[in-house]
């Protein structure tokens, strides 16, 4: 079995709860290679059974966060590692977030894990970040967003095995056989379970999407929405 062919069935066989989020028309129909003719942003839209989901709206005690711990405002980021607009979004909006708002402690970032297609593509990525030391967590998933056309490219030309372990190294991973057992981890897809199962209840149907203090905010949001609603100051 080629690497390609083994990591898109490990992937696909732990992001079974992942695709059913999914619309039916945007699923993955084949488990022996990616398939690239998917929209890549095609959101989620199924049923995930919500009944007695927590923290719908608010941080969750095992949650990946950034920013501190007593900061009056919270912001929660659902995205996908393999969504052109949450790559724009962490290459071009998270860096003013983080120096405005996270640095300045301020607000606190919650990200949580929402996979598109291809959905067995994100759950790598995603698997591999929460593999990382807590420390390490945001590091390795920003730097995945800010680097997905060069992750897409790789994958294209065949050099899917090169770029996933230098992802994974990114993370602490040093080897193609951790790697492998990072993606088995149930740890790992119970979180994003959980994750998909907060939007679903929440209404959460497109990505990224934020919530900021506890309310949804309408559309595409960037930088300057957030530093307007919490009344800071906005250049240009």
């Not at 996979?115 to 698997?127: L, M, N, R």
């Not at 390795?140 to 050099?159: D, P, S």
């Not at 149930?186 to 939007?199: F, H, L, P, Q, S």
Request: aromatic share 8%; proline share 4%.
């Amino acid at each position: 079995m080629t690497f390609t062919k083994l990591l898109t069935a490990v992937a696909l066989g732990l992001s079974t709860v992942a695709l059913t989020a999914l619309p039916a028309n945007a699923q993955s129909t084949s488990s022996s290679k990616f398939d690239w003719n998917v929209k890549k942003d095609a959101h989620a839209g199924h049923d995930h059974g919500t009944e007695g989901v927590e923290h719908i709206f608010t941080e969750a005690p095992d949650e990946h966060t950034i920013g501190d711990a007593l900061a009056p405002h919270s912001l929660i980021v659902y995205a996908s590692v393999v969504c052109g607009h949450c790559g724009k979004w962490f290459e071009n909006d998270y860096p003013v977030i983080k120096e405005r708002l996270i640095d300045t402690g301020k607000l606190k970032l919650i990200f949580r894990e929402f996979p598109t297609q291809p959905a067995d593509v994100a759950v790598a990525g995603f698997q591999i970040a929460n593999c990382a030391a807590p420390e390490d967590y945001f590091d390795a998933i920003v730097y995945q967003f800010q680097n997905q056309k060069e992750t897409f490219e790789r994958l294209r030309i065949g050099e899917g095995r090169e770029r996933f372990l230098e992802l994974a190294k990114k993370a602490g991973i040093e080897t193609e056989n951790e790697m492998i057992t990072c993606f088995e981890s149930k740890d790992g897809k119970a979180r994003i379970e959980t994750a998909m199962k907060r939007a679903q209840a929440g209404k959460v149907d497109a990505v990224p999407a934020l919530i900021l203090d506890g309310a949804l905010m309408p559309g595409l949001n960037g930088a300057r929405e957030v530093l307007q609603a919490l009344g800071e100051p906005v250049d240009g």
